[in-house]
């Protein structure tokens, strides 16, 4: 049975058909050790419709357009946006999109800001942990962060997985774990390098509840008093990581959401199903335990569910 509680879905994946391919040319068809889903519109309408999503917000999640060669990124960021506007054209209540940029190129990464801000109206950027084993936050996207803050623009960042030689030898799949550790470490650099500080008015999407940050938040409050960092964190780690939002997915539950709720206030959380990698039952999953959470009352559960979103994305407040 559908639930009729109106929903924006912040964290909503989509595999353009000719992206899709040319991992697949070059033998990628899987990220931390889950196929790269194909990606079908009617399909998709049809889930939303079961779980009462009146918005997907759509990205192109890991592995991203960049795997060692720099004009395919470029062609691919592209060919991914172009296809990401023409959804949104053609269903402008059912979807919006975040934009691809192909880093580690900069100045590319510049001009495919531009084109899909200014003249595909994209809602936002996606971004990745990290790109070529530089994490955001890394002097090397400095620039980008700065046009990026003049933007205002709203970032949703995924967490890529490590570079081979990085990942732990458990046998486990990278998703299973390194995804939240993979977002943890690319929150700290962005701290400790000082991106938060000089780029305040970016809005920064975190995924899966911001990986293990609201846990260990204390313990990177240790960083402002540590030579060298504690004089790229001024205001005190606590105000950076209050100022960041937080979607839900694959995190609806009591004790992540418990810990998250004493880190930010309700209005930085945001419903995500991260749908297709996770199945239509993890969605529902997610649904579920929002609304059977006692820490939300029904004012704090809406917000979470579409009205946080609406304030970020002000052209999906007709009909709010």
Request: some cysteine; aromatic content about 10%.
């Amino acid at each position: 049975m559908m639930d009729r509680q109106a929903k924006i879905d912040i964290h909503h994946h989509v595999a353009p058909p000719e992206y899709r391919s040319a991992l697949a040319a070059r033998g990628v068809e899987s990220v931390g050790g889950r196929p790269i889903p194909a990606w079908d519109l009617e399909e998709t309408l049809a889930f939303m419709e079961r779980q009462g999503i009146e918005t997907a917000m759509l990205s192109v999640s890991a592995p991203g357009v960049f795997i060692g060669d720099l004009p395919l990124a470029r062609e691919l960021a592209h060919s991914c946006n172009e296809y990401l506007a023409g959804l949104v054209r053609e269903h402008p209540r059912r979807f919006g999109a975040f934009a691809v940029l192909p880093l580690p190129d900069v100045e590319a990464a510049l001009e495919e800001t531009a084109y899909a801000l200014d003249r595909l109206r994209l809602d936002g950027i996606a971004l990745l942990s990290s790109v070529a084993g530089r994490y955001m936050g890394d002097p090397s996207y400095a620039t980008l962060f700065e046009e990026l803050d003049r933007r205002e623009a709203v970032v949703f960042m995924h967490p890529h997985t490590p570079e081979e030689g990085e990942v732990p030898r458990t046998g486990l799949p990278p998703s299973l774990i390194e995804f939240v550790f993979e977002t943890t470490r690319a929150v700290a650099t962005l701290l400790f390098n000082g991106t938060l500080e000089r780029c305040p008015r970016v809005r920064i999407i975190l995924p899966h509840a911001g990986g293990t940050v609201p846990f260990i938040a204390l313990r990177l409050t240790l960083g402002q008093f540590w030579p060298g960092l504690q004089e790229n964190v001024p205001q005190g780690v606590l105000a950076y990581l209050q100022r960041l939002y937080y979607d839900t997915a694959l995190a609806a539950a009591p004790f992540a959401l418990r810990s998250l709720q004493e880190l930010v206030n309700d209005s930085h959380i945001l419903f995500g199903s991260d749908y297709p990698f996770a199945p239509e039952l993890a969605a529902a999953a997610t649904v579920a335990g929002l609304n059977e959470y006692p820490g939300f009352d029904h004012s704090a559960r809406e917000a979470v569910f579409h009205r946080n979103a609406r304030e970020l994305f002000p052209r999906l407040r007709t009909g709010a």
